[in-house]
């Protein structure tokens, strides 16, 4: 196999065929840079590429492989291309994070520690990626790099802010990429471009070196095409550094050697009510189409929801704008309309709401926990729908005109809030009436089981129910 033809296979693979000796680290780069040309005209993923130092590093991995490097051969990422959102330092790039802004800004002195980890599994960074101005929206229908398409329907959003993170997997330019999600930022593009993502536990990875939004709300974490690489990528970066006060001290937990075990003793329910109520038939469709594969599932249902959802959105605005608030004050004509409108309307928040927004999400925080004593995890959708048209406006759901970039995070948002492990899986064929376009569901899981969801997106992947193909962009 080629490595071109290996690009579009696991990472798992990938790094098998690179020990193995069928395949170098180079000619894996080669094949990624050269996929990358071929197609990121009409996506638009990156904002950056990182030739020379991916190629200068696989060259290297080479030569130690051809040395017999024992350590070399047991790095589990071994040869596999990645790339980052562009709120990841990257040595020798500016840290756009989407903005006009920071483009004055100096170039990153070392990598973001999820970089360095990255890197010491054996990965290589062929470059950075394309996302919401300061990671606040939903689409990547980015201003000043221009919008993120989706590469299954060019005329579609990504979704976003990770929106160049999940086309950049779904185009079959790299095999994984990070991101970063607040309130639905891995998952909403997850479910637009048909692509495995994982939100962790909030504290679970460390930020050192990634641009804030939200520091209370904040995750990083990785896309790929199975469940098995995200397991690998997520335990490649897992352990705590304290560098990152919202990083908690907790003992590296495997996950890749858990999927195996499947759903065995998995208490697993669908989550309703709220997260129903909100949907459209394809994300119905979705749910009903795993419960079925998984056995037939229980209802449960969250008090509150849309409290938690408006908590997250007090807390984002309030904790955004104080971040930018000199450049508010100085520049704002250089941020994008939407951003900064929602980042003056922050600014001017009363605390009181704010305090009070702290309080629901403590008290929603509880309500899950006692649901997690019954269950060890929760299906609901990712996205009301599948991804709209670029520049849509509104969204149509259940009578309701709502508008279309915040409502992608309906359901994300309450999640977000409570900072819970969540693994989003593609499911595919759901709308009648787009049945090339994907949707995905979110696997909910209680604080550090993040090994729950994966193991459930595995079987869901082994099932036939959840798949993430290479988009057609021949």
Not at 289 to 303: D, E, I, V
């Amino acid at each position: 196999m080629t490595a071109g033809e290996l690009l579009s296979r696991p990472a798992a693979e990938i790094a098998a065929a690179v020990r193995a000796g069928a395949v170098s680290a180079s000619a894996m780069v080669q094949a990624s840079l050269a996929r990358i040309e071929a197609t990121d005209g009409r996506v638009n993923a990156f904002t950056d590429r990182t030739a020379g130092r991916a190629l200068s590093q696989a060259a290297a991995l080479d030569a130690r492989l051809a040395a017999g490097d024992a350590a070399v051969r047991a790095l589990p990422l071994l040869g596999v291309p990645y790339a980052v959102k562009n709120l990841f330092d990257v040595q020798g790039l500016t840290t756009l994070a989407g903005s006009k802004i920071e483009r004055g800004r100096p170039a990153a002195t070392a990598d973001a520690l999820l970089v360095r980890r990255m890197d010491a599994a054996g990965a290589l960074l062929v470059g950075a990626l394309n996302m919401d101005e300061y990671a606040y929206g939903f689409t990547t229908e980015n201003s000043h790099e221009g919008p993120t398409r989706n590469p299954h329907d060019l005329a579609r959003i990504a979704g976003g802010s990770s929106g160049g993170s999940a086309a950049a997997v779904a185009a079959g330019q790299v095999p994984i990429t990070l991101g970063s999600d607040t309130n639905g930022s891995i998952r909403v593009p997850s479910s637009m471009c048909g692509v495995f993502g994982l939100k962790p536990t909030y504290g679970r990875l460390p930020r050192n070196g990634s641009y804030p939004f939200v520091a209370s709300l904040d995750h990083l974490g990785p896309f790929a095409r199975s469940a098995a690489d995200l397991a690998l990528a997520y335990d490649a970066m897992q352990g705590h550094d304290a560098g990152d006060p919202g990083c908690v001290a907790r003992a590296v937990e495997p996950t890749m050697p858990q999927l195996a075990r499947g759903i065995d003793g998995l208490r697993i329910a669908v989550l309703g009510g709220y997260f129903a109520d909100n949907a459209l038939p394809e994300a119905h469709a979705a749910v009903a189409r795993a419960a079925q594969a998984l056995g037939g599932l229980p209802g449960m249902s969250l008090p509150e929801v849309a409290r938690a959802r408006a908590a997250a959105f007090l807390i984002s605005n309030a904790e955004g704008a104080a971040l930018h608030l000199p450049d508010l004050r100085t520049r704002a004509a250089d941020f994008e309309p939407l951003s900064r409108d929602r980042f003056l309307a922050g600014a001017l928040l009363p605390a009181a709401w704010v305090l009070q927004a702290q309080r629901v999400r403590r008290w929603f925080a509880q309500q899950a926990a006692r649901l997690f004593e019954q269950v060890d995890v929760l299906i609901a959708p990712a996205t009301p729908c599948v991804a709209p048209a670029i520049g849509s406006e509104w969204l149509d759901l259940h009578g309701q005109r709502l508008p279309m970039r915040p409502s992608l995070g309906l359901l994300t948002q309450p999640i977000s809030c409570i900072g819970l492990p969540v693994c989003a899986v593609p499911v595919w064929g759901s709308s009648p009436a787009q049945p090339q376009l994907p949707i995905a569901l979110q696997l909910i899981a209680a604080p550090w089981r993040e090994d729950h969801a994966l193991r459930v997106a595995a079987v869901l992947e082994s099932r036939g129910v959840a798949a993430a193909p290479v988009a057609n962009l021949a």
